[in-house]
């Protein structure tokens, strides 16, 4: 019968020498460095993840401000809201289409425009002539319908409002 180990050391399969209890329990060296070697580089790829994904919030963050930032100093120059009835609607647009309103926007453009290049400011000129010469005659045209068709509405008006005769 072969012997059994007992609990002060083991036995060597050769020749029933007893191994030193430090060569048992210690981790030979050949194991542990090959065993180490894909938990470094598992470890080293989530570090280069995590210092990625630093890298990525630092930017957004960044990115944000900037945004922020450009927000902040382009506040339009007509505060929008919805309007609660139709006549509401009718005096917004009354109000939008004012001297003082039409007069804060041509200075907020003008003031958007003094910040281009040359070239970009003398290509928007020309833009603005050329829809001015365009949209002349189309102008024209609704003015020149619009009276016309008021003497038939006042005639039309006139004839609602006269009581009948029965």
């Given at each position: 019968m072969s012997k059994m180990p007992s609990k002060r050391g083991a036995i060597h399969s050769k020749g029933g020498k007893k191994e030193p209890a430090f060569a048992r329990?210690?981790?030979?060296?050949?194991?542990?460095?090959?065993?180490?070697?894909?938990?470094?580089?598992?470890?080293?790829?989530?570090?280069q993840e995590r210092v990625e994904q630093e890298h990525?919030?630092?930017?957004?963050?960044?990115?944000?401000?900037?945004?922020?930032?450009?927000?902040?100093q382009t506040a339009?120059?007509?505060?929008?809201?919805?309007?609660?009835?139709?006549?509401?609607?009718?005096?917004?647009?009354?109000?939008?289409?004012?001297?003082?309103?039409?007069?804060?926007?041509?200075?907020?453009a003008e003031e958007r425009l003094a910040d281009l290049p040359p070239p970009v400011k003398k290509a928007v000129e020309m833009a603005t002539r050329v829809t001015q010469v365009l949209t002349a005659p189309v102008s024209a045209g609704l003015r020149l319908i619009g009276a016309v068709l008021r003497t038939p509405a006042a005639m039309v008006r006139l004839i609602a409002r006269r009581?009948?005769?029965?």
């Open positions: 329990k210690a981790t030979q060296h050949q194991d542990f460095i090959g065993q180490a070697a894909p938990e470094r580089a598992e470890a080293e790829v989530r570090k990525e919030q630092f930017v957004v963050e960044e990115m944000s401000k900037a945004l922020s930032d450009v927000v902040e339009p120059v007509l505060p929008l809201r919805r309007p609660t009835s139709f006549r509401d609607g009718v005096s917004m647009l009354k109000e939008f289409a004012s001297p003082e309103t039409l007069e804060k926007l041509r200075a907020k009581p009948r005769q029965t």
